[in-house]
């Protein structure tokens, strides 16, 4: 029987999306402080060094996967395609972190944490996680039609081949208005991105609730705690910048490190299933 039409009587279990449906939009949503973010990285690391295989096969798969994008581009004679990719790599990297909300989770209920486990952590909301991975890959690829898009309006050409790219581009006299447009459009989807996924992929495996509750519970926490939302995004865009600085090895813990870090500030914002 639908939960919206059964007695309240039923012995079926409530779901949380069932109280925002009847008209109390958002679970109870904490204020954070600045300094809690600092917090939220000292939890992640210990969660990283707790199961290190976990974090680190997951950190190696997203280096690997780095390599496999240039080297694989390059071949094709597509090199003028990495920095749009790799730029837009962060508006899908929280769905492809789920095996490391999904090993912070257990092992904050002490259960057992394996490889394979976190893996198959998609199991635990399967259609609302997939629904929540197709918004992402519409933002990515929105992101890479308007960095063509900038591009052919401000060099009406073709990207030059990556190993030229400075000297062809950045030196022209439009430069500075093409990053200034580039990274205003790349900063508004990345904000996108980020509000409806600070605490909506680790609520989607914490709690029944569908991808669109989520999303919106997540906009809600990102609202009500802006400030510190706005320093959480640049300390996670410098953490990963870092990572892919050094050719993406630093992934390997850079990535990790986020994931466990970004299950706990769900923690401190949204708290425990009551």
Known sequence: MNALTSHPDSHHPRRDEDAWLEGHPYPDIRRVTVDQSTLWLA???????ANPVVSLVY???????????VLGLGQMGMQSLILPLVGGFMLVAP??????????R????????RVGICISAFRRNPIQL??????????????????LLIFAVFYNERPPALDSFLIEVLVAPQAPLFLIVGTAVGGVLAWVA??????????????????????????????????????????IALITLVG???FFVGLAIALPLVGHASWHAYRAMIGSRP
């Not at 939890?43 to 060094?49: H, L, P, Q, T, V």
């Not at 769905?95 to 912070?104: D, M, N, P, Q, W």
């Not at 997939?130 to 960095?147: D, E, F, K, V």
Request: hydrophobic share 55%; proline share 1%.
């Open 106 to 113: 257990r092992r904050e209920a002490n259960e057992t944490v």
């Open 194 to 235: 980020f509000s409806i996924s600070v605490v909506a992929l680790p609520m989607m495996l914490d709690r029944d609730v569908s991808a669109i509750y989520a999303m919106a519970a997540s906009v809600e926490a990102t609202r009500k705690n802006t400030k510190v939302m706005i320093g959480w995004a640049a300390m």
């Open 244 to 246: 892919m600085a050094t």
């Open 130 to 147: 997939a629904s929540y991975g197709l918004t992402l890959l519409i933002l990515y690829l929105t992101w890479l039609m308007l960095a």
């Open 95 to 104: 769905i492809l972190a789920v095996g490391l909300y999904e090993a912070s």
């Open 43 to 49: 939890a992640g690391w210990r969660d990283f060094k």
């Open 59 to 69: 950190g190696l798969l997203f280096t690997i996967g780095g390599y496999a994008l």
